[in-house]
């Protein structure tokens, strides 16, 4: 479902914006510092989580606005709003048609998916940065993900200030938030576990066509009894400070499928185009089990590609749905032949 029009308030460098894109591409170029992630990061603000950031809702705010920010969108159908008042700045507000709901309902009506610079470093990064990024490609294909997410999280935050105590916690409140746990978390892993099989199913069908493939799994944790393993690590877990095994400690192992060898030892540009490989055909999926495509925030990615990859992935994304794409100049585009081009510079975006 592609957004019709986009209106921002007060977020980032924009007192105000307005941008009515068409269903396919939407090209935004500008100088460096014009404003174009921070469009993107308002789109990608449509969807449950912290945007294509991981930014701290205080910093979205105009800096010298009044605080608080609005971000409205437009899609077929529906009218999608979030944003925070200038009292709770960190508190994130979302309306659907109007009526304020729950930040996790913006799944039921849009996926959203992104490639920014920043995302380089996912496989030399952290267990916890891939793990955010699997979940993004779970929530795209299930909408409930988010909310299983949050009340796992919750039981565990609960279960390691209980064990933090000093005189003890009480064992009846730590097994209720334990079966917490193990019910959520069972929930969790299941749905990560359903994802990867479909995508490294996909991944292997996808003809090589110059965006490197990956052979993706999981680890870290496998199913079991995760209430029981949690009653047998109390003690360690007291000392420790946090659970040490469970859901949330799970990886996305990732691994160049021509090469056989894991995507953290391969070039940078082996990693671009591994990841670039796995967005396209995660978009893919979504499109088919969803019968909508997500909409695609692919940030600086075409200055990364050499002309042949470029007018390759023109190609492969031609009529898959509303795709948003940054560059600093235009004819990094050329090739695209039906776009809304909008020329981004001093708080404003022109149609182009
Ligand atoms: N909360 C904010 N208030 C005002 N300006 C901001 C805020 N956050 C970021 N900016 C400004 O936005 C600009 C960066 O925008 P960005 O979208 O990253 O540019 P680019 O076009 O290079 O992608 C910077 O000039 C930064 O100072
Ligand atoms: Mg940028």
Redesign the pocket.
């Known amino acids: 479902m592609p957004v019709t029009r986009l209106t921002l308030h007060n977020f980032?460098?924009y007192p105000e914006l307005l941008i009515e894109p068409g269903p396919g591409f939407v090209c935004l170029y500008?100088?460096?510092?014009?404003?174009?992630?921070?469009?993107l990061?308002a789109v990608s603000l449509l969807a449950p989580g912290r945007g294509l950031r991981g930014a701290p809702l205080g910093?979205?705010?105009?800096?010298?606005?009044p605080g608080g920010f609005g971000i409205a969108a437009r899609l077929d159908g529906v009218d999608l709003g979030t944003g925070t008042l200038p009292a709770a700045p960190e508190r994130r507000q979302v309306r659907i048609n109007g009526a304020p709901t729950a930040v996790n309902s913006l799944a039921e009506w849009l996926s959203v998916l992104w490639l920014t610079p920043a995302m380089d470093r996912l496989f030399a990064g952290t267990a916890g940065e891939r793990r955010r990024f699997l979940d993004r490609l779970v929530l795209a294909l299930e909408p409930g993900h988010a909310h299983y997410a949050a009340r796992y999280e919750a039981a565990m935050r609960a279960r390691n200030k209980l064990l933090a105590e000093p005189d003890g916690a009480d064992p009846d409140w730590l097994g209720a938030l334990e079966a917490g746990m193990a019910e959520h978390g069972a929930v969790l892993a299941q749905a990560r576990a359903r994802t990867v099989e479909a995508l490294d199913e996909r991944l292997s069908a996808t003809p090589d066509d110059g965006f490197a493939r990956a052979e993706i799994a999981l680890a870290g944790w496998s199913e079991c009894d995760l209430a029981g393993v949690l009653r047998a690590n109390r003690g360690r877990d007291a000392a420790a400070g946090r659970a040490t095994e469970g859901p949330h400690r799970q990886d996305l192992l990732v691994t160049h499928r021509a090469k056989g060898q894991p995507a953290s030892r391969s070039s940078t540009g082996e990693q671009k185009a591994l990841l670039l490989g796995l967005v396209l055909a995660h978009a893919e999926l979504v499109a088919d089990r969803r019968g909508a495509p997500p909409l695609l925030l692919l940030?600086?990615v075409a200055a990364h590609l050499d002309p042949g990859r470029r007018a390759a992935l023109f190609m492969r994304l031609e009529g898959r749905g509303q795709v948003w794409l940054?560059a600093t100049e235009p004819a990094l585009f050329d090739g695209i032949g039906d776009a809304a081009r909008f020329h981004?510079a001093s708080g404003t975006a022109e149609p182009a």
């Open positions: 980032r460098n500008g100088e460096n510092g014009a404003g174009k992630t921070n469009i990061e910093e979205m705010g105009r800096s010298d606005g940030d600086e940054t981004v």
